[in-house]
């Protein structure tokens, strides 16, 4: 599996949690980074691949970014 695949199988759940990064509450926003970032390590992803593949060129990882943020 590339890490490409490894995101996408992994997005449902990333999709649900990455909003909680922002919650006002800093025990919940601290909670949802230590899930993301055990979710990550799960596939072998870390932040740094999360980042460079959401900002790749491609318009299907453009497409999941706009998913992910809506």
Known sequence: MNKR????AIF????????HL????AGEADN????INNLLKSVK???HDLATLLLNK?????EM?????A
């Open 5 to 8: 695949q490894a995101l996408e």
């Open 12 to 19: 449902p759940k990333l999709q649900k949690l990455l909003p």
């Open 22 to 25: 922002g919650n006002a509450s």
């Open 32 to 35: 949802a980074r230590c899930a």
């Open 45 to 47: 992803l870390d932040w």
């Open 58 to 62: 491609e318009e299907s990882i453009h």
């Open 65 to 69: 970014l706009g998913r992910l943020l």
